[in-house]
């Protein structure tokens, strides 16, 4: 195996990664940093997770330890889809160059341009950016890119998904022709392919396997569920989803629920919240410091529940996620492969569950096909609960517990018999319970009035 002592970088960089706890490089690292230091261009197939941060950053750093930077030109850029991602590799860079003297900015939306604007006047060695941000600085007249040395495109299958593409170009005719890029996708789309055949000279390719398939120790599951009416389907897929996590007790002890639309984000995050579930949601739609807070939140464990779509999660480095909850089946099967991947990291045991409605077969089907193994059906803890159906008025009836923090008594007993318990209102303390909506002393027969919810029943 090879040591990063034998990659020649930068003593100073190797002194932090031996700091930051790293032993030996990742493949992606292994097969990228040589040719980067090379001066070549490299063309990197590794999704997130794989350590391709460090793969593109130790090189750079190495690099440009050698030389300053001059007023509002930066010597090397790095490209990110998502202003979360952006902040992420600057951690990822301030973590690496700590006992390098480097300069660095960190171009994004949501922060105003004054501050960046300063920090670019001054010069700077790397500048990190979303492509949108980027290209206001350069139009404002701010910023020169004939300096770039070292080019980097973090996540491009992303920006294409975002519909960056086109800023991108624009970005890499902006700058010479004789700079070095290093370009990383987790896959290769014929636009993709298009754009390193354009931009790339002779590039090395490194890829290496998606680590989420082969990931073990994520226990995967999916639901399928089919609502008692078209127009309950919603409501009674997050009060499946409220089962799920109840079911899974002090085992989950934090989680990020994935939704395929920013809106259901939103509605996911505030119905969860009115029953009493610690819950915040984070979207592109969402100004910058309430994402910040939000991730900051999860981070450090305050926040229990992250709802969130694709993008805004993307690359989210917190190493100790216990679920992933897929309130929707992802559209792109690839998508799943990402969004699993936010548990089970360094080496960790992992939960992964879906919840599939009729219409999203075919797109269980295709992850299915791209993860080459079938993913075990899980039961619906609520399927025998007849009743419920009637009474379930999402948000109508929030519960008096309150879900910040795992607690005992939310573990659902697990087995046949516990099963039993559980729909018999195991739980007396909950009264009418996200488990089924019982109402605690009227046994089984609950006559059906009751249930209904006093609007419902006005109505008749
Ligand atoms: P990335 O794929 O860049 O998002 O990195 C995923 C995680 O792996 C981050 O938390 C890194 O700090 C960590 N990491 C990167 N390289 C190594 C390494 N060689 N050994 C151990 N951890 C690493």
Same mark, same amino acid.
């Given at each position: ?14 002194k ?79 973590t ?8 660095k900015?960190?171009?994004i ?22 492509p ?45 022709f004789?700079?070095?890029t ?13 754009i ?9 390719? !490194?890829? =290496?396997? $998606? ?6 120790? *994520? &226990?995967?599951? #999916?639901?399928m569920?089919?609502?008692? @009416? ?15 996590i109840?079911?899974e ?31 915040a949601p ?31 999660a ?23 492969v ?11 045991d992992g939960?992964?569950?879906? !919840?599939? =409605?009729? $219409? ?5 089907d295709? *992850? &299915?096909?791209? #993860? ?5 059906? @899980? ?39 516990g ?42």
């Open positions: 195996m090879t040591k990063f002592s034998e990659l020649n970088l930068n003593p100073k960089v190797l932090a990664i031996d700091e930051a706890g790293y032993e030996s490089p990742t493949p992606i690292q292994e097969g990228a940093i040589p040719p980067a230091l090379e001066g070549k261009d490299v063309l990197g197939i590794a999704q997130t997770g794989t350590g391709k941060t460090a793969s593109f950053t130790l090189p750079m750093i190495t690099l440009l330890a050698r030389g300053r930077a001059r007023a509002r030109m930066p010597r090397s850029l790095v490209l990110c889809p998502t202003r979360e991602l952006a902040a992420q590799v600057a951690e990822n860079f301030d690496y160059a700590k006992h390098v003297k480097l300069t900015a960190l171009l939306g949501g922060v105003s341009f004054g501050e960046q604007d300063k920090l670019i006047d001054k010069g700077v060695d790397v500048l990190i950016a979303t949108g941000r980027l290209l206001d600085h350069f139009e404002r007249g701010k910023l020169l890119l004939t300096g770039v040395q070292i080019m980097v495109v973090d996540e491009a299958d992303r920006m294409l998904d975002m519909g960056f593409i086109p800023d991108i170009e624009r970005i890499f005719s902006l700058t010479p004789t700079r070095q290093l370009f990383f996708s987790a896959t290769m789309a014929p636009e993709i392919e298009r390193t055949n354009t931009f790339l000279s002779a590039p090395t390719r !490194i890829e =290496v396997a $998606r680590q989420a398939t082969t990931s073990e120790n *994520i &226990e995967q599951s #999916v639901v569920f089919k609502g008692s @009416r078209k127009d309950r389907e919603a409501s009674e897929k997050r009060k499946l989803l409220r089962a799920l109840d079911a007790g002090e085992k989950c002890t934090n989680a990020i629920i994935f939704c395929n639309r920013k809106m259901d984000v939103d509605i996911v995050a505030k119905s969860l919240k009115k029953y009493g579930y610690d819950a984070i979207h592109g739609d969402l100004d910058q410091s309430q994402r910040t807070r939000t991730l900051d939140g999860f981070r450090d464990g305050t926040l229990r529940f992250l709802v969130a779509s694709d993008v805004a993307r690359g989210l480095d917190v190493p100790s996620v216990s679920h992933v909850f897929n309130f929707d089946v992802p559209g792109h099967a690839e998508d799943y990402h969004r699993i991947g936010r548990t089970g990291r360094a080496g960790r939960t992964a569950m879906m !919840i599939c =409605v009729p $219409r999203d077969e075919k797109n269980l295709d *992850i &299915e096909r791209l #993860v080459q193994r079938e993913i075990p059906r @899980r039961d619906n803890p609520l399927k025998s609960e007849v009743k419920a159906t009637k009474s379930d008025k999402d948000d109508a009836a929030p519960k008096t517990d309150t879900r910040s923090k795992p607690k005992k008594s939310d573990a659902a007993p697990k087995g046949a018999a099963k039993a318990k559980a729909e018999q209102g195991g739980s007396p303390s909950r009264g009418r319970s996200s488990g089924g909506d019982k109402v605690v002393g009227m046994g089984d027969h609950l006559p059906s009035f009751i249930a209904l919810s006093f609007e419902e029943r006005r109505a008749g």
